[in-house]
């Protein structure tokens, strides 16, 4: 469904599965800027969202995902995600209790696959599941990631309006590739760990009890040294293009990996996540798309702990 606030004065659409959201609205440099500065808001009104309700949710959802649902207090936002019983990430979202329900939102064509497996693991719990339609993923700049808005899609005029400037995708996506924050399916492959990426301790609460794929992420946390690594890329820039996500990787000839998201920082130029070998020096420079891309370490290789900060 595309956005109402394409018809925004400058707006460009974006590509692929963010085609319904504006890339930009005329200047993507000056959007970061805005961004960076503390102002605007981002429209992310194409992704899923999805709701939980029922007096078991928090607990089921405890016990489901990676994350700490018990006692969660009314307003306070979490993430969360859904693991393979080898570990590997099938589903990541976010979202907020408000007391009766807990609504979350995920990426674009994910939600549908979420609420079949949530709808699996019901049981004889207590709970509801449904997409939600007449709301709205919004994205505003303040501290760390910044903050999220769920907008009545039939209030998204009235919000850009109050919210403004409008920023568009590209600009979003600059500043969370500067803070290290993968997208799933992205930024990560079927054989994706959380460790790997970053997303211990943002994602995945290490003091909880047993949950899908908890056996994986214990062991590497303890003995540490993930079998891969995220890392921030500066590319040549030389070059007027971005990789495509998927591009290989490699050092010294062979292929240690692929990379996922890419942009052009207002600061920082052309840039991109990867995802390669933990045994890479993180020293060394590598090749993508023909480019040379120096490295900036995200996820130390030896813990597996994220490092860069989310400014």
Not at 13 to 28: E, K, L, R, W
Not at 57 to 84: D, I, K, N
Not at 152 to 161: M, V, W
Request: proline share 7%.
């Amino acid at each position: 469904m595309a956005s109402p606030l394409l018809t925004l004065p400058g707006a460009v659409a974006g590509d692929g599965i963010d085609a319904p959201v504006a890339a930009h609205y005329g200047s993507f440099n000056t959007e970061q800027r805005s961004l960076a500065g503390g102002d605007g808001f981002v429209d992310l009104s194409h992704r899923d969202v999805l709701r939980i309700a029922g007096p078991d949710r928090l607990s089921w959802l405890h016990s489901l995902t990676t994350q700490f649902f018990e006692g969660l207090a009314p307003g306070t936002w979490t993430q969360a995600l859904v693991l393979s019983p080898q570990g590997h990430v099938e589903h990541a979202f976010a979202g907020v209790d408000d007391g009766e329900a807990f609504t979350a939102h995920t990426e674009p064509g994910a939600g549908a696959a979420l609420v079949e497996w949530l709808e699996r693991m019901k049981f004889m719990t207590r709970v509801e599941i449904s997409l939600v339609d007449d709301l709205a993923v919004m994205w505003r700049p303040g501290e760390g990631a910044g903050r999220y808005d769920l907008v009545p899609r039939d209030r998204l005029e009235a919000y850009a309006e109050a919210a403004g400037p409008a920023c568009g995708l590209w600009a979003f996506e600059a500043l969370r590739i500067e803070r290290g924050e993968p997208r799933l399916g992205i930024d990560t492959d079927h054989r994706t760990i959380p460790n790997e990426v970053g997303w211990i301790g943002s994602a995945v609460h290490l003091d909880k009890g047993c949950y899908r794929g908890q056996e994986t992420v214990a062991r590497v946390h303890t003995l540490g040294r993930p079998p891969r690594r995220l890392v921030l890329l500066h590319l040549d820039g030389s070059e007027n293009r971005l990789p495509p996500a998927g591009s290989p990787v490699s050092y010294e000839g062979r292929d240690v990996g692929f990379v996922g998201s890419s942009a052009r920082h207002h600061e920082l130029g052309p840039i991109a996540l990867a995802l390669v070998k933990r045994n890479v020096p993180v020293d060394a420079t590598l090749t993508v798309d023909e480019m040379p891309a120096a490295q900036e370490v995200v996820v130390d290789p030896e813990v597996g702990l994220h490092v860069r900060p989310l400014r």
